[in-house]
């Protein structure tokens, strides 16, 4: 089996090379190429022998199926040779494009509102192929990506040593070279990673999934909750601030009469003074089969301006890609339906 590229660092390529008779140098070229210019065919490498990118994998997955949102959207599903599946989006705005990307093939989190977890816990990405979903992304798009966001299927801090080495591999100056001030690394709420990645040399942004003020309710919608109390994960958020002197993000999912109430509002502004951090509110993307829905606009609207006059740092984030099946997992699911219905979509844009 060859080796893969995105796993290695340019120091190991270019020890990889130099084993295989290369000179060194090589390295720096291939890696030019690829993570720069976004090249990962050996042939369009002018400068580099066919030969010896030959000896190497860059891309291990394929497009199975491909969405395009009118709001310029970009999510792909793809496939591994083992047959496992994953979701990545790209995010165009006017100053950055960001890409949402995957550590698992699924989610043992089995959050209650979430495509991803209907289908149960999947297996670990390695951060070769949590890095290529930006290459692909940026095949299809032709844009340079400014910032990426670990929020795609899976839990991060779950797959933890592949998301560190992916993080590192996207702040490299000698790869991507992406600002770690535009990473950010989302997550459930597991402690004991939180403060393990506050001793990374990474100063990255930390999301933190409340989506529930409460212990209990945040066990109805999240049930690993039950291991993590709320008190205990703001410690841990505390400690990656206090450590890293990034303000953390409190991202919480807004869903109609679940956790969109005037007391909600106030008991996450509770919590939100005890750390320094902003909230984040999301409109529930509604997923086909579960019983949940969004709030109306007017409901997010007065949540956001309760949570301000509590004084709390808080923005409404713009749902994009709606038209798409933009909530996490569901292009899986729909692209796994039609193919049991004979109806493979292949590589092509899946219609919605």
């Known amino acids: 089996m060859k080796p893969c590229l995105l796993d290695m660092t340019v120091r190991q390529l270019r ?5 295989a008779g290369q000179p060194g140098f090589r390295a720096d070229q291939i890696a030019d190429w690829v993570y720069r210019k976004g090249v990962v065919e050996g042939a369009s490498m002018s400068n580099v022998p066919s030969a010896v990118v030959e ?21 792909l599903l793809l496939e591994f040779p083992d047959s496992q599946r994953i979701e ?12 949402c990307l995957s550590t698992q093939t699924g989610c043992g989190v089995g959050c209650s509102f979430c495509a991803t977890a209907r289908s149960g816990p999947g297996e670990n990405l390695r951060s070769g192929e949590i890095l290529e979903q930006i290459l692909q992304l940026r095949q299809v798009s032709h844009k ?29 100056p000698a790869r991507f070279g992406i600002s770690a001030r535009n990473v950010v690394v989302s997550t459930v709420g597991l402690p ?31 049930p690993p909750a039950d291991k993590y109390p709320l008190k205990e994960v703001i410690s841990a958020a505390q400690v990656f601030f206090q450590a890293r002197r990034r303000e953390v993000t409190l991202e919480y999912v807004l869903i109609g009469g679940v956790n969109d109430s005037d007391a909600c ?27 949940y829905q969004p709030p109306s606009a007017g409901r997010v609207r007065h949540f956001y301006q309760r949570l301000k006059g509590a004084k709390i740092n808080a923005q409404i984030r713009r749902p994009r890609g709606l038209d798409i099946l ?24 899946l219609k919605t």
Do not use: W
């Open 55 to 75: 000896t190497l994998d860059i891309l291990t997955s394929r497009i199975v199926a491909r969405a395009g949102s009118a709001d310029g959207t970009i999510k």
């Open 326 to 349: 933009a909530a996490c997992g569901q292009l899986r699911r729909r692209t796994e339906e039609l193919s049991q219905a004979d109806q493979t979509p292949g590589d092509r844009p």
């Open 88 to 99: 990545t989006v790209l995010i165009p705005e006017s100053r950055r494009t960001t890409v």
């Open 265 to 291: 509002a106030d008991d996450l502004a509770g919590l939100a003074k005890g750390l320094r951090c902003s909230v984040n509110l999301i409109a529930y993307n509604p997923v086909e089969s579960l019983p």
């Open 192 to 222: 004991k990673q939180i403060r393990r990645l506050a001793r990374e040399d990474i100063p990255i942004t930390l999301a933190v999934s409340i989506h529930a003020p409460t212990d209990e309710l945040r066990r109805e919608l999240i």
């Open 15 to 19: 020890e990889h090379l130099t084993q």
């Open 144 to 172: 340079r990506i400014t910032n990426v966001v670990f929020m795609g299927m899976g839990e991060p801090l779950a797959n933890y040593d592949a998301t560190v080495s992916a993080v590192r591999a996207i702040i490299d």
